[in-house]
């Protein structure tokens, strides 16, 4: 079974410095996605960003970036020039193969805090 | 991006009734939809899977007599709480996936239950 682990369960970041969020995963698969998604205090899940296990390139959107090293099984993500409004939880997640109709597993998220 | 919405957003019930929740895709023909549950603090625990016009995939230890499941429409599934207790108590989380939004899963807001 894939598992994914945060082992950070808060972080704190002020206001346009740089943070980086930490995500590890077990699976046997070599077909799999790896998202990043944020819950403001609204609890919508909102999808901060995407990446394709076949893609060597690491996935950016914005202030958005993400680390991905496949042998160590590593997904981080690097928020820039961080906001007020990035303070959520984050949650890493899997998902085997590019079909949107398999499960996805997170992880147990991490807290972020944004200092003004 | 693709909506989801859900119905009700918070529902305040007596031990022992049942309570319906509500989740459609908007804009799209949802093939699948997911069902979550999420404790204060934690992260988001997959309870079934349910594809149009199927019965539903229940996660190990998610009683399906508990947690009726119905996915009768493209557009609609629905989870019901039945004999609910305080122990049910939490917020319910909807995803879909399907048609153009094939290459993901987008979120419902949630609903918050709480069982008196």
């Known amino acids: 079974a894939q598992t994914v682990t945060q082992s950070q369960p808060e972080m704190s970041v002020q206001e346009a410095e740089t943070v980086t969020l930490s995500c590890t995963y077990d699976?046997?698969?070599?077909?799999?996605?790896l998202f990043w998604y944020k819950q403001p205090p609204s609890r919508q899940m909102i999808l901060v960003i995407r990446?394709?296990?076949?893609?060597?390139q690491n996935a950016t959107e914005n202030r958005f970036s993400v680390n991905f090293q496949k042998a160590a099984k590593s997904f981080s993500l690097k928020i820039s020039d961080s906001q007020l409004g990035d303070a959520a939880m984050y949650f890493c997640?899997?998902?085997?193969?590019?079909?949107?109709?398999?499960?996805?597993?997170f992880g147990g998220g991490t807290r972020l805090m944004v200092k003004p | 991006g693709a909506v989801v919405s859900q119905h009700p957003s918070r529902v305040i019930c007596k031990s022992g009734t049942s309570v319906k929740i509500e989740c459609r895709s908007l804009?799209?023909?949802?093939?699948?939809m997911f069902w979550y549950r999420q404790f204060p603090k934690q992260s988001l625990m997959l309870m079934a899977t349910?594809?149009?016009?199927?019965?539903?995939?229940?996660e190990q230890g998610v009683e399906k007599d508990k947690f009726l499941i119905n996915h009768a429409s493209l557009t609609l599934s629905t989870l019901t709480v039945t004999s609910a207790h305080p122990e049910d108590s939490s917020f319910y989380i909807c995803?879909?996936?399907?048609?153009?939004?094939?290459?993901?899963?987008?979120f419902g807001p949630g609903t918050r239950l709480t069982v008196l």
């Open positions: 995803s879909a996936s399907g048609g153009v939004s094939y290459n993901e899963q987008f």
């Open positions: 997640a899997y998902r085997k193969s590019n079909n949107a109709g398999n499960m996805l597993t």
């Open positions: 804009d799209f023909q949802a093939t699948t």
């Open positions: 349910s594809n149009e016009g199927s019965k539903a995939t229940y």
């Open positions: 699976t046997s698969e070599s077909d799999y996605y």
């Open positions: 990446q394709e296990a076949y893609k060597q």
